[in-house]
């Protein structure tokens, strides 16, 4: 399949996923649990749903393999193509009724992130697509991204994400965040890789070690086809194997000069 033959069908794949999890609403089902995923967090009738529709797209391509944070490792282990899918990220959003959630599916090639060929991210809240192909650049429903045209870290929008971090982490980045105009944190971190490369989020900082290739992966390749710089905190490239048990710290900046300063204020 080409690019333009993925673009339609995770754009279809994932409007399925959008209509799914809003029944779940409107059933009354919001809080309703399933089962432990694969990831050990507790599964959500929303984030199965959510998956179920994938596979339907996803099983019956030939050659593919499917990583999924519910359902684990799917299909060959020797395919050359692998689906790395986060059904619903944001789901703690999802149950609290905060609106803002996505669901992310991004398609490699091989088991590196340089093998991210393919990225599409869905806003489940109000439709908005996210999609990339490598070296052929990011679009938000269609219109080109381009990162941020920011020149200051005191104009900076700035996302950290300190979720159940270790405490030591606070302090060391206490310089950075009362740097910035404004810290925030949403609670979806799939689609706030898209705001890094939409540029409507200047930086985000994830230094927990904690996030998993499932939330990752797509908005990786959305960020770095928009100009994102993405590296670890010493701004070295991330070379990570991409599995289900990954963890990623990482550094995510919508233009060079932004990151630079941010960096140095992680150090
Ligand atoms: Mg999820």
């Known amino acids: 399949m080409n690019g333009e033959d993925w673009r339609s069908l995770l754009t279809d794949a994932t409007k399925e996923v959008q209509n799914r999890v809003s029944k779940v609403v409107e059933q009354g089902e919001v809080s309703k649990v399933v089962e432990v995923g694969a990831s050990g967090d507790t599964t959500l009738v929303a984030d199965k749903e959510a998956e179920n529709e ?49 669901t992310s599916v991004a398609v490699a090639k091989g088991d590196s992130l340089a093998g991210i060929s393919w990225a599409l991210i869905r806003n489940l809240v109000n439709g908005d697509v996210y999609w990339a192909e490598k070296g052929k650049g990011s679009f938000k429903n269609g219109i080109r991204l381009t990162g941020s045209k920011r020149a200051s870290l005191r ?75 993405v590296t670890a905190w010493d701004g070295s490239p991330l070379e990570l194997p991409v599995r289900l048990e990954t963890k990623i710290s990482f550094v995510a900046s919508g233009s060079r000069r932004i990151h630079a300063d941010v960096l140095d204020l992680c150090r």
């Open 155 to 229: 104009d900076v929008v700035l996302d950290v994400d300190f979720s159940r971090g270790p405490p030591e982490l606070v302090a060391k980045l206490a310089r950075l965040v009362t740097s910035v105009k404004r810290q925030v944190h949403i609670g979806a971190n799939a689609l706030e890789l898209c705001f890094v490369a939409e540029g409507c989020v200047d930086s985000f900082v994830d230094m927990r070690g904690r996030m998993r290739m499932t939330d990752f992966a797509a908005g990786y390749l959305i960020a770095r086809e928009a100009g994102a710089e």
């Open 54 to 102: 994938l596979f339907k797209a996803l099983t019956p391509l030939d050659g593919l393999r499917i990583i999924s944070e519910e359902a684990g490792n799917w299909g060959d282990p020797h395919a050359p193509l692998v689906a790395i899918v986060d059904p619903l990220d944001g789901s703690s959003n999802f149950e609290r009724r905060i609106p803002f959630y996505c």
